[in-house]
Structure formats: C-alpha cells, structure tokens
T-cell receptor
Framework: ETGVTQSPTHLIKTRGQQVTLRCSSQSGHNTVSWYQQALGQGPQFIFQYYREEENGRGNFPPRFSGLQFPNYSSELNVNALELDDSALYLC??????????????FGPGTRLTVL | RKEVEQDPGPFNVPEGATVAFNCTYSNSASQSFFWYRQDCRKEPKLLMSVYSSGNEDGRFTAQLNRASQYISLLIRDSKLSDSATYLCVVNGGYQKVTFGTGTKLQVIP
C-alpha cells in the first residue's frame, strides 16, 4: 500500500451542492495532486499543491478549489456540483525537490456521484 | 492533437505472449515519463519510470524515444495477472502531468 488515504470512499450529492474531499499524503511527501477520472478515461489533472500553495492547475473551472495543510494533507472542494462532476477523484502524493519530478503515489480515490 | 495518446485497445493476448504498447506525446520539452497500471475500479499504481537509456524490470521493458516523442512498454511472457489498463504518464515540466487514456490488456488462458 502507498500510505495515501482518502475520505470518504463514496459520496452521493445532488446538483448545486458543495462537496469536500480529503487526502492524507504519504509520510515524507510534500506535494499533493488531485485528478478527476471519468469512466473509461485517464485521470485528468485538476491541480497540485506544494508547501501549501497551488503549484499548477489543469483545465478546471474556479469552482474546483483546494487547500494543503502544514502536515501536507489536502482538501478538494467543488462548488455548485454538476452532473458531469460524477467521477473518481484521485489524490496523489509525491516528493518534489528543486523542480525535479518524482513518481506519484495514489490513494484509493473517492467515487462521487451527482444526481 | 492530444498531449498524450495511447491506443485504447483492448489488446487480447494469450498467456505467454509478448505484447507492446506505445504512447506518443506532443510536448517536446517533457521531462519525465512513467507507466502506471490500473485495475478495474482501483487507483493507478506505478509500474515503472521510463529512462532515456531504457530500463527493464523483470518481464517489463520501457523505452523512450525523444526524437519521435514516444514511449513504449513491452511485456514478455504475459500472465493472467497482467490483465489491466496501462496508463502512460508524461510530465511536461512545472508539474504539468498528463495521463493518457490508457491501453486495456486482457491476457487469455
């Protein structure tokens, strides 16, 4: 196991609601990335946090926001949920040092269903 | 053109066969490359990094061709347990990480 945990494992919401997903990174890692994976697709990069600051963002609207805490755990918040937000949300942690990119380790994901 | 492209498959191969997947990328400045494996309804798991000189891990061999902008994964002596989706991952710098859509492999008894 990677040591990356996510909660909750499953979640059902309705359109217009807000949701917060949580991730605890692997010990020793300082970077957390969030991905959205729709059925049959590869993970799509949402954003990354490094030392509590956003460090890169994919093509997602501002209603997707996040936080990273001093212990490097992280939250993904999605406002005004839409049906198309239904997906598996993956958190990945890694160790970044001087711009080098190291492999990411994924948590088990949160499966979000929007009705 | 997509940033990272993979043949979605499925590749149906008999046990013991050798199978190869390619993945092309559009950003010539891409810095690092990985192959991940994803089982149905599970999270992706790192299979191997891809180094410029090529690298091997048991039955798995990864190659990088920067001139043609593709990476490859070769699996020898396929096992039933190799059945999964294989995701190509490209880091384009500034932590811009792009996944391919994955190639599905089904190893048949």
């Amino acid at each position: 196991e990677t040591g990356v945990t996510q909660s909750p494992t499953h979640l059902i919401k309705t359109r217009g609601q807000q949701v917060t997903l949580r991730c605890s990174s692997q010990s020793g890692h300082n970077t957390v990335s969030w991905y959205q994976q729709a059925l049959g697709q590869g993970p799509q990069f949402i954003f990354q946090y490094y030392r509590e600051e956003e460090n890169g963002r994919g093509n997602f609207p501002p209603r997707f926001s996040g936080l990273q805490f001093p212990n490097y755990s992280s939250e993904l918040n999605v406002n005004a949920l839409e049906l198309d937000d239904s997906a598996l949300y993956l958190c990945a942690s890694s160790y970044a040092d001087r711009g080098t990119y190291n492999e990411q380790f994924f948590g088990p994901g949160t499966r979000l269903t929007v009705l | 053109r997509k940033e990272v492209e993979q043949d979605p498959g499925p590749f149906n191969v008999p046990e013991g066969a050798t199978v190869a997947f390619n993945c092309t990328y559009s950003n010539s400045a891409s810095q690092s490359f990985f192959w991940y494996r994803q089982d149905c309804r599970k999270e992706p798991k790192l299979l191997m990094s891809v180094y410029s000189s090529g690298n091997e891990d048991g039955r798995f061999t990864a190659q990088l061709n920067r001139a043609s902008q593709y990476i490859s994964l070769l699996i020898r002596d396929s096992k039933l347990s190799d059945s999964a989706t294989y995701l190509c991952v490209v880091n384009g710098g500034y932590q811009k990480v792009t996944f391919g859509t994955g190639t599905k492999l089904q190893v048949i008894p």
